[in-house]
């Protein structure tokens, strides 16, 4: 006798968890994208001395790394809402980190602007890295939805 064998079809829950690991690898490449404007601007974008104001939008490269700013709160916020729906706490724990942590990124960069500090910029850096080792850990822990 002759054996079929089909692959099964993704549970609803493992089709969503997909669906995380597939946002946070967007959010990982959009995040490595707002670092390189970031650094192109710390090294091209003209910086008053410390403690005067940048304003928010003096340099074109500057804006750039503003409106990515904003796409990068628009999906973490799309990731929190997909993990909500899943059964993972790990889903729903990183995706929440992920958003504060860009949104503490937001901050600091809005702090940035208004005085120029090395404070503000290491808080830029490190809110960075939380978010990005929050979207990895979904990239390495949550299923792919492949069989």
Same mark, same amino acid.
């Given at each position: 006798m002759s054996e079929t064998r089909t692959a099964a079809a993704? #549970?609803? #829950?493992a089709a969503k968890l997909a669906r995380v690991r597939s946002q946070s690898m967007g959010?990982?490449?959009m995040l490595i994208i707002q670092?390189?404007?970031?650094?192109?601007?710390? !090294?091209? @974008?003209?910086m008053p001395a410390d403690g005067k104001s940048i304003g928010l939008f003096s340099n074109g490269w500057l804006i750039?790394?503003?409106?990515?700013? &904003? !796409?990068?709160?628009?999906?973490?916020? @799309?990731?929190?809402?997909?993990?909500m729906g899943t059964s993972?706490?790990?889903?729903?724990? #990183?995706?929440?980190? @992920?958003?504060i $942590?860009?949104?503490?990124a937001? $901050?600091? $960069?809005i702090g940035f602007t208004r005085s120029v500090g090395n404070g503000n910029s290491l808080g830029m850096s490190l809110a960075f890295a939380i978010a990005l080792?929050?979207? &990895?850990i979904n990239l390495a822990r949550l299923p792919s939805g492949e069989s």
């Open positions: 993704p #549970t609803p #829950t959010l990982v490449f670092f390189i404007l970031g650094i192109i601007y710390n !090294l091209y @974008g003209s750039v790394h503003e409106i990515m700013g &904003v !796409l990068l709160l628009l999906a973490a916020i @799309g990731l929190v809402a997909a993990s993972s706490g790990l889903a729903k724990a #990183t995706s929440w980190i @992920g958003l $942590g860009i949104i503490a937001i $901050g600091a $960069g080792a929050c979207y &990895v």
